[in-house]
């Protein structure tokens, strides 16, 4: 491409990351994200939540703690997005208190969890059979003038139906 004229950019990487992803092949996901510092195109919190997505739905979490760690030294600072991406990577690998450290993490640092952070917790809780917290959490969110979803009642109603 840059013998043609045509120069790198974030948004090129990020659907090589995605596709590289989506058709299982994470490594090769990992090694185009990381050839774009050594062919100098910026990473943004846009490439890593892709990356996040990435590995977080193949299982991952160490790595993506790894990355995020990493995101962080780089001074990019996590968004919403990152945080429900994050949280719903723990919860899928069943590292409950992982995805509720994240979740307060993302309180502390000033990020004000939405309706999906709180499906997500809900979720989440709900996989692990913990009711009364994900309970807690739907409650939590009411409190916070967060309105529930036709996603929120669902969920909670799948929560009690099959705990």
């Known amino acids: 491409m840059p013998k043609k004229g045509l120069k790198w950019d974030e948004d090129l990487f990020i659907v090589l990351i995605d596709s590289y992803g989506k058709a299982g092949i994470v490594q ?10 050594e062919l100098g195109v910026p990473r943004t919190i846009k490439s890593y939540d892709t990356l996040f997505k ?8 160490m790595m993506a703690k790894r990355y995020f760690n990493k995101m962080l030294a780089e001074s990019i600072i996590p968004s919403r997005h ?4 994050m949280i719903w990577g723990f919860f ?11 979740f307060e993490d993302m309180k502390t640092r000033e990020i004000s ?10 979720n989440g809780f709900n996989r692990v059979k913990k009711i009364e917290e994900s309970e807690k959490f739907f409650m ?14 669902t969920t909670m109603i799948k929560g009690v139906c099959y705990s």
């Open 28 to 37: 090769e996901s990992v090694k185009i994200f990381r050839s774009m510092e």
């Open 54 to 61: 990435v590995i977080m739905r193949r299982g991952r979490y």
């Open 82 to 85: 990152t945080y429900n991406l």
């Open 92 to 102: 899928l690998s069943s590292r409950v208190e992982t995805a509720n450290r994240f």
């Open 113 to 122: 969890p939405d309706v999906v952070t709180y499906n997500t917790m809900i």
């Open 140 to 153: 939590e969110m009411k409190a916070r003038n967060i309105e529930p979803t036709v996603i929120s009642y």
